[in-house]
């Protein structure tokens, strides 16, 4: 390994400077009250799923053997793409091994030489990755600012496609995309509007499909990404719209095309999943109604937060150290909470990310509330 030592003195220094910046991270695994997982629904761990789950093992053994082009395909697959479709309400869906594969594949597809993507700055990484990798120029606008953004769009006035893509419910500021308004202005511009629907399918909307439906702008909507390791609990995601788009992503997207098949097994758990979204609605509900209750305990003792309806709470502490600290505060305490620092969230806005599932009750709220107030003062 002598003819590493080179890169490996210069990848230490690296991580020297990463920790001396309080930014090192640690593999830790779950530990006392879920605060920060995006299981919302409790979905991970239903029964049902992990009936379905084995089940389908039994049947399709563990791997798919091969890209979904070639013999890594089985019916399970387009079965429940089609499902989902339904759900959403579009004409088909795609499945992709994850939520960064869908959004890297649907961006590098689609954004050609010659185009202009309009991007929220907060967008997520995967979705910075996706056109960073394409040869369409980048228009980046302030967050959820329907004026800058309308005035970008009108006056692009070339001759390539322009797109706007944002997430619907922001992953680490549990806001919204004014999606109305994306919806009229996209109308106007002819601009595809591609939504990453990743904290929202499942949670938003009378059928649970996210906050397209719950706004009632699905017409406006070119592709939705629905990622499934979250409220649907197990992994990888759909991504939503008009059957030739689809078609298109069969023919073009790389990280399907050339990537092994996820194992067919977990299409019998998502099917399952949309099941539950749809049979038991007050699984979203009391999401919701717990996050309110946990909104209303922080700020009764003096916690500033955003007012949104949003399992997704940031409590913002500025410098990455002061996050860590207060969290590694909470765990003590029994609560799994974690710090999310730049470089994903912007420089000084560290914070923790406290999210909501459906087993957050009165009681937690209370006395999570009380600790994280006392924490506060001290860290
Ligand atoms: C907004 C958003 N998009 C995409 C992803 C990526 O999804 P996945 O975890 O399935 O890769 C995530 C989270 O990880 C996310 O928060």
Redesign the pocket.
Known sequence: MGHLEALRQRVLARLVEWEAAGLKRSLRPPSGIDLSS?DYLGLATHPRLVRRFVEALRIYGCGATASRLLRGHREIFTDVERRFAAFKGTEAALYFA??????LGVLTTFLESGDVVFSDER??A??IDGMRLTRARRVIFPHRDVAALARLLRSEQGPGQKFLVT?SL??MDGDRAPLREYAALCRETQTALIV?E??AVGIYGERGSGLIEEMGVADAVFLS?N????ALGV???FVAGPAWAVEYLIQRARPFVFSTAPPPALMAALDEAITLIIEEPERRARVRANARRLREQLVARGIVLPLEDSPIIPVILGESERAVAVAAALQEEGFDVRAIRPPTVPAGTARLRVSVNVQVDETIAARFASALARILKSC
């Open positions: 995006n994850s939520g960064y594969a869908a959004n967008n997520h995967s979705l997430e922001f992953s990453d990743a904290h990404i990622t499934a390791g979250k992994c990888g995601a």
